[in-house]
Nanobody, 125 residues
Framework: QVQLVESGGGLVQTGGSLRLACAAS????????MGWFRQAPGKEREFVAA????????RLADSVKGRFTISRDNTKNTVYLQTNSLKAEDTAVYYC??????????????????WGKGTLVTVSS
């Protein structure tokens, strides 16, 4: 059974930082691309970041470029999302995602194979 368990969410002030982590189990981690989506209240789930299975390719949503960084540690079966310069509009539930193909993250959330349960990030002004 595949499990993706997010951690690191919480309440932070505008301009602050959080490091989200997602620990994966039940899948061959180093053959899956990993990523993050987020969903704000009343809005659709949106893509945030993705990293290829070997970590040699990354992709970020325009709204987070220059502020967020995605990375992975295949020895720990963990993917990270470093979030800096947080804004109120970054407030959302952040979901970890895993999928066999990197292009699944380009195609959109409907193509993602595995999901975590999410971690809440709240940015207060």
């Amino acid at each position: 059974q595949v499990q993706l368990v997010e951690s690191g969410g919480g309440l932070v002030q505008t301009g602050g930082s959080l490091r989200l982590a997602c620990a994966a189990s039940g899948l061959t981690f180093n053959v899956h691309s990993m990523g993050w989506f987020r969903q704000a209240p009343g809005k659709e789930r949106e893509f945030v970041a993705a990293v290829s299975n070997r970590g040699d390719m990354t992709r970020l949503a325009d709204s987070v470029k220059g502020r967020f960084t995605i990375s992975r540690d295949n020895t720990k079966n963990t993917v990270y999302l470093q979030t800096n310069s947080l804004k109120a509009e970054d407030t959302a539930v952040y979901y970890c995602a895993a999928s066999p193909l990197y292009r699944d993250f380009v195609k959109g959330s409907a193509f993602i194979k595995y999901w975590g349960k999410g971690t809440l990030v709240t940015v207060s002004s």
